[in-house]
């Protein structure tokens, strides 16, 4: 319970819901078109069964990649697809996403497409939640990802248009959460099995060796400045011109 209480635990929640509101706002777009045709009565019930299946099996992969971080190197390449992310959020491209996504006329056909398309969409979202929910360490892992997703819901399905426009009016809030996604990124690669030997130190009163917070909050910045970098640097560079 007293893991619950903790600082380190209340800030990873707050990077996740964070990070659900920026990289969830696609979610909010598929649950809208998918659900579009479906009868005024119908639709709210649409969204809801669709949000909650979603969630749940976003839930089960989170526990699949809480699990497979433990396997060496698997973080480090975690890490890079977080700043990968983070930069696409910093310069996002001009592709419609969205074209492909059905509606339909009848509510399990509607909740069966949200279902399947946040699945497909929620790689971005799932490794970088994983990474948040690491960096608080404990045996509360699975809670903590549960309760930030809980509290991230109701602010994607209800106030996403709200939290579009707020992006559009401040972009520094784009900005810091690609940087967080960064800071995530550079916190998960010290953590590496393979690296631990050689950036860890035995704890005070633990077995297990732990990297110290220089080291952690020194990876954390680098992570954070190499998204801001090359994503300023792309976003000057613009897209292709199509000839």
């Given amino acids: 319970m007293e893991e619950f209480l903790t600082t380190q635990f209340w800030l990873a929640v707050g990077q996740i819901i964070m990070i659900d509101i920026l990289l969830g706002g696609d979610n909010a777009v598929v649950i809208a078109l998918a659900c579009r045709k479906l009868p005024p009565a119908q639709r709210r ?72 398309a946040d699945l497909v969409m929620s790689i971005d979202n799932v490794i970088a939640i994983a990474g948040a929910a690491e960096g608080a360490g404990g045996a509360h892992k699975i809670p903590l990802v549960v309760f930030g997703l809980l509290v991230s ?5 209800w ?29 998960m690669v010290v953590t590496d099995p393979a690296l631990l030997p050689y950036l860890a130190a035995p704890a005070e009163g633990s077995a297990k060796p732990v990297v110290g917070a220089v080291t952690s909050y020194g990876a954390g910045v680098v992570g954070a400045l190499l998204v801001l970098a090359v994503g300023t640097l792309l976003k000057k560079k613009g897209p292709p011109v199509a000839h």
């Fill in 153 to 157: 819901i109701p602010i994607i399905v």
């Fill in 45 to 116: 019930l649409g969204i809801l069964w669709g949000t909650a299946g979603a969630i749940v099996l976003r839930v089960i992969l989170i526990v699949f990649a809480l699990a497979l971080l433990a396997v060496p190197y698997l973080k480090i390449v975690g890490a890079v697809l977080l700043v990968w992310i983070g930069v696409k959020l910093l310069a996002p491209d001009d592709e419609d996403e969205h074209g492909n996504i059905e509606s339909s006329d009848k509510l399990w056909a509607a909740v069966k497409t949200v279902i399947v």
């Fill in 159 to 187: 106030g996403s248009q709200m939290v579009i426009k707020l992006m559009e009016r401040f972009p520094v809030i784009i900005v810091l959460g690609g940087m967080l996604l960064g800071w995530i990124a550079g916190s």
